[in-house]
T-cell receptor
Framework: LAKTTQPISMDSYEGQEVNITCSHN???????ITWYQQFPSQGPRFIIQ???TKVTNEVASLFIPADRKSSTLSLPRVSLSDTAVYYC??????????FGAGTRLFVKA | DVKVTQSSRYLVKRTGEKVFLECVQD?????MFWYRQDPGLGLRLIYF???????EKGDIPEGYSVSREKKERFSLILESASTNQTSMYLC????????????FGPGTRLTVT
């Protein structure tokens, strides 16, 4: 399974755009990149998934370069309620999904 | 909306007790998962079930067993609880494996004293 590396923590202010980058050098051809968000005392929640180039939904954008060895989750205009842990995952075809330690984002007023 | 419920939000048990954690989903998903979450370690897969009575070991199955008698219900059993099993336990469900989204329950914080 491809291992991911992402920053342990990040700070931001309300209204700013936040970009969290994840490295996954050993990603395989058929792997997808998925991001989850977890608030305190809750289970993780799916945010976005992509294979290549750019994906956008109502919550975030995901940028994936051509070599796919990294990806960047972009959160536009964060608010205090975006304070959470963000996990970058590589999905292979099997049932095992590795959630690393994630990136703890703290949004300040 | 998928709803995944777990039997307890908080649980305190004594060392050596048999502990049952139950998870129920209402979306008719084939796949169900049990994870534990510890600070700095992320989520680690304990067991996975892909059908009634079918299961696969995850990364850390030692000290745990599971039961899936009905499609909507997946139970995690700690045969003899130990203090190192104090953790947050999360149940998840999905329509498929691989790239399919996992839907998580709220978690059970288990403390073993």
């Amino acid at each position: 399974l491809a291992k991911t590396t992402q920053p342990i923590s990040m700070d931001s202010y309300e209204g700013q755009e936040v970009n969290i980058t994840c490295s996954h050098n050993n990603i395989a051809t058929n792997d997808y990149i998925t991001w989850y968000q977890q608030f305190p005392s809750q289970g993780p929640r799916f945010i976005i998934q992509g294979y290549k180039t750019k994906v956008t939904n109502e919550v975030a954008s995901l940028f994936i370069p051509a070599d796919r060895k990294s990806s960047t989750l972009s959160l536009p205009r964060v608010s205090l309620s975006d304070t959470a842990v963000y996990y970058c995952l590589i999905n292979t075809g099997g049932f095992k999904t590795i959630f690393g330690a994630g990136t703890r984002l703290f949004v300040k007023a | 909306d998928v709803k995944v419920t777990q039997s307890s939000r908080y649980l305190v048990k004594r060392t050596g007790e048999k502990v049952f954690l139950e998870c129920v989903q209402d979306m008719d998903h084939e796949n169900m998962f049990w994870y534990r979450q510890d600070p700095g370690l992320g989520l680690r897969l304990i067991y996975f079930s892909y059908d009634v009575k079918m299961k696969e070991k995850g990364d850390i199955p030692e000290g745990y067993s599971v039961s899936r008698e009905k499609k909507e219900r997946f139970s995690l059993i700690l045969e003899s609880a130990s203090t190192n099993q104090t953790s947050m336990y999360l149940c998840a469900t999905s329509r498929g494996t691989g790239r399919y989204e996992q839907y998580f329950g709220p978690g059970t914080r288990l403390t073993v004293t």
